[in-house]
């Protein structure tokens, strides 16, 4: 069955940088959009950045300038680069990922890791 799962989440200081990443396994005919969200304690869910599966990307204007999402098809992964982290992006960042086990695409979703940035 379908899976999505995220790693490297942690601890940094403010300024500093980190990345997560996020691999799909399963029977999987294709991935279309991939992407990256976040929620914080007392704060709905919000998109951070997607990428499609032909490369092209989309920010939440906030991070567009520190942030960098990447993909593999090959490995069915996608990765966000992290840089000039602030306190405020402090949450836990969820995968998502519109897979298609037939021709029709189902969203899955991972079950998230935190990050934290201290001031």
């Known amino acids: 069955q379908v899976q999505v799962q995220e790693s490297g989440g942690g601890l940094v200081q403010a300024g500093g940088s980190l990345s997560v990443s996020c691999v799909a396994s399963g029977k999987i005919f294709s991935i279309n959009d991939m992407g990256w969200y976040r929620q914080a304690p007392g704060k709905q869910r919000e998109l951070v950045a997607i990428?499609?599966?032909?490369?092209?990307?989309t920010y939440v204007d906030s991070v567009k300038v520190r942030f960098t999402i990447s993909r593999d098809n090959a490995k069915n992964t996608i990765c966000l680069q992290m840089n000039s982290l602030k306190p405020e992006y402090t949450a836990v960042y969820y995968c998502h990922a519109e897979i298609l086990r037939t021709r029709k695409g189902n969203d899955y979703w991972g079950q998230g890791t935190q990050e934290t940035v201290s001031s």
């Open positions: 990428i499609t599966k032909a490369g092209s990307t």
